[in-house]
């Protein structure tokens, strides 16, 4: 583990009920690639409405749990400390897998391009090695 809660929390200004990484395992050695997770749990709020009847985490949340993670990258580097990610874009998005307490999501984040101060970014999160979610986003850095 490179990043428990804790310390990841002293990187990005996330709070319950909206932080979603539970944990960073690794960062390539080059700088572009991260890897994160997050546990979900029957427990967390949005399964308070989405759905009752049937949990299934919303894709909104597994790709802001996505740019969190790439914003723990990009909040590390020494030029980003103590700035904020916002999205400024998402493409390609595809939803291929249900997410659901229990499930252990893991989540890659690859950046691949920087142009007029916006990060582009492959995004990839799985189950058990099983791709839940994959597609592309976008972020700018900002105070």
């Not at 990005?12 to 944990?23: A, E, K, M, S």
């Not at 427990?43 to 409405?49: D, I, K, P, T, V």
């Given at each position: 583990?490179?990043?428990?809660?804790?310390q990841?929390?002293?990187i990005?200004?996330?709070?319950?009920?909206?932080?979603?990484?539970?944990?960073i395992?690794?960062?390539?050695?080059?700088?572009?690639?991260?890897?994160?997770?997050?546990?979900?749990?029957a427990?967390?709020?949005?399964?308070?409405?989405h759905?009752?009847?049937?949990?299934?985490?919303?894709?909104?949340?597994?790709?802001?749990?996505?740019?969190?993670t790439?914003?723990?990258?990009?909040?590390?580097?020494?030029?980003?400390?103590?700035?904020?990610?916002?999205?400024?874009?998402?493409?390609?998005?595809?939803?291929?897998?249900?997410?659901?307490?229990?499930?252990?999501?893991?989540?890659?984040?690859?950046?691949?391009?920087?142009?007029?101060?916006?990060?582009?970014?492959?995004?990839?999160?799985?189950?058990?090695?099983?791709?839940?979610?994959?597609?592309?986003i976008?972020?700018?850095?900002?105070?």
């Open positions: 583990m490179l990043y428990n809660s804790n990841i929390q002293e990005i200004p996330h709070r319950y009920p909206f932080l979603l990484v539970d944990v395992e690794e960062i390539s050695e080059d700088g572009l690639t991260i890897i994160g997770k997050k546990c979900v749990s427990n967390e709020m949005q399964f308070l409405g759905f009752p009847q049937k949990h299934v985490m919303p894709g909104v949340l597994i790709v802001e749990a996505l740019a969190q790439g914003c723990v990258l990009l909040l590390s580097k020494e030029e980003n400390k103590g700035k904020i990610g916002f999205f400024a874009g998402i493409n390609k998005m595809r939803f291929k897998r249900q997410v659901i307490p229990g499930d252990v999501l893991t989540m890659k984040v690859t950046l691949t391009n920087q142009r007029a101060g916006i990060y582009f970014a492959d995004v990839e999160a799985s189950v058990e090695g099983q791709i839940a979610v994959k597609g592309e976008m972020c700018a850095v900002g105070e």
